[in-house]
Each structure stands twice: as structure tokens, then as C-alpha cells.
């Protein structure tokens, strides 16, 4: 079955930067919109950005700036980097797939898989 594994997450300081990784299999990568989500303990599960398979991409107005989505189709890797990290961006990363493009979009429902996720901790 299709399987989403999330790594690079970890504990940096106020400030400072992560890239998370997203390794995809057993799906037609290319032709999925990926996206990154997030969970804080006691908080809905938010979306952080999303890339289409034409590349667009849509970011959340608290990271836009800060944050970057970028895919490898050759090598079914989705990425975020996360630069000038703040305490508020401490959470739980997920990274999901969805096929259909016309849900593509930061709001969680919808998305056909999902990763484990992982754990991101900023400090100030």
C-alpha cells in the first residue's frame, strides 16, 4: 500500500532551520498534490503548503516567507524548509497526498494519505 514517511524533524532554537523530508511509494507521485500539514497538542490539525502537479503552491500566511514546498518527481521526495522558526511553529508534521487536484488545498480534509508524522520543537 502507499506509504508517506516523514524525517528531519528535531529541536532547534527561536530562529534557526529545518528541511523536513517526505519519502513517497507505491503511488504515481507526479501526478499527486502533496502537502504538509501540522498538529500542536490540543489544536486542530492545520495546513502548512501545498504543491500541485503543475508545482503551484500555497502556503500558509503565518509561514508565507519563511517556509518553502518543493517536490522531486524523480525521486518521489516532497520537502519543506522551514527558516526563522518561532515557539508557535512547535508541532507535529505530516505530510499527506491527494489526487484530486481540485482539493488541494490547506484544509485537511479531503487528502486520500497520510504520513506518521514528525515532530518539530523550537525553543525560545
Known amino acids: 500500500q502507499v506509504q508517506l514517511v516523514e524525517s528531519g524533524g528535531g529541536s532547534v532554537q527561536s530562529g534557526g532551520s529545518l528541511r523536513l523530508s517526505c519519502a513517497a511509494s507505491?503511488?504515481?507521485?507526479?501526478?499527486?498534490?502533496m502537502g504538509w500539514f501540522r498538529q500542536a497538542p490540543g489544536k486542530e490539525r492545520e495546513g502548512v503548503a501545498v504543491?500541485?502537479?503543475?508545482?503551484?503552491?500555497t502556503y500558509r500566511g503565518s509561514v508565507q516567507g519563511r517556509f518553502t514546498i518543493t517536490r522531486d518527481n524523480a525521486e518521489n521526495l516532497l520537502y519543506l524548509q522551514m527558516n526563522s522558526l518561532k515557539p508557535e511553529d512547535t508541532a507535529m508534521y505530516y505530510c499527506?497526498?491527494?489526487?484530486?487536484?481540485?482539493?488541494?488545498?490547506?484544509?485537511?480534509?479531503?487528502?486520500?494519505?497520510w504520513g506518521q508524522g514528525t515532530q518539530v520543537t523550537v525553543s525560545s
Open positions: 504543491i500541485d502537479s503543475a508545482r503551484s503552491t
Open positions: 499527506a497526498a491527494v489526487w484530486n487536484q481540485g482539493a488541494c488545498a490547506l484544509h485537511s480534509g479531503g487528502w486520500d494519505y
Open positions: 507505491r503511488l504515481s507521485y507526479s501526478r499527486y498534490c
